[in-house]
Structure formats: structure tokens, C-alpha cells
Nanobody, 124 residues
Framework: QVQLVESGGGSVQAGGSLRLSCVVS????????MAWFRQAPGQEREGVAF???????TYANSVKDRFTISRDYFKSTLYLQMNRLKPEDTAMYYC??????????????????WGQGTQVTVSS
């Protein structure tokens, strides 16, 4: 079975930076889409960054130019570099992997493999 474990969350002041990691274990196909989602209490889940099997990256407008998604294929790890953090970035962050497709589709990812999440809290 595929397992994903997130880490790197914590508390930081506005304007600071954090790097989240997601370690993938089990048998996986390296070219499948992977992504980062977040969810704050009382709010809908939001896809923030997507990494396609062809190397294409896509970001939500709310994080574009501040967040960067990347992969280390040798370590089977997905990263999310978050810079210039804002209080509205406060949420539980999850990594996800599509079950089969190299193309990133939020609906398909929702039915894929998910980690348990890591909390990010940004204070003013």
C-alpha cells in the first residue's frame, strides 16, 4: 500500500518561511501527479500546488509567487517551500498522490492517496 507522511509544519510569524515534506513509501509510480492541499476550520479544502508527471506545476492564485512545489525522486519526497507567509495561510496541509494519472485533476486527487496532514499556523 502507498503511504504518505507530512512533516515540517509549525508556528511562524507573518512574512516567515516554512518547508513542508511528504515522504512516500510503498510501491509507487514516480510519474503520477502529486499535490498539496490545505483546509482551515470551517472552510473548504483548497488545492494549493500541483506537480504533474510531465514536470508541469500549477498553483492557486492565493499562493502563486510565494509557494514552490518540488520533488526528490531519489528520496520519494514531495516538498512545499512556503515564503512570505500570511495569517490566511494558516491551515492543515495535506499531500496527495493520484492513483494512476500523471495529469493533475483535483477530483481525481481527492480519490487518491492522502497523508495525515501537518499544521501550519501563521501569526500577525
Amino acid at each position: 500500500q502507498v503511504q504518505l507522511v507530512e512533516s515540517g509544519g509549525g508556528s511562524v510569524q507573518a512574512g516567515g518561511s516554512l518547508r513542508l515534506s511528504c515522504v512516500v513509501s510503498g510501491y509507487i509510480y514516480s510519474r503520477r501527479c502529486m499535490a498539496w492541499f490545505r483546509q482551515a476550520p470551517g472552510q473548504e479544502r483548497e488545492g494549493v500546488a500541483f506537480s504533474g508527471g510531465d514536470g508541469t506545476t500549477t498553483y492557486a492564485n492565493s499562493v502563486k509567487d510565494r509557494f514552490t512545489i518540488s520533488r526528490d525522486y531519489f528520496k520519494s519526497t514531495l516538498y512545499l517551500q512556503m515564503n512570505r507567509l500570511k495569517p490566511e495561510d494558516t491551515a492543515m496541509y495535506y499531500c496527495a498522490q493520484d492513483r494512476s494519472s500523471p495529469y493533475c485533476d483535483p477530483t481525481s486527487l481527492g480519490r487518491g492517496y492522502w497523508g495525515q496532514g501537518t499544521q501550519v499556523t501563521v501569526s500577525s
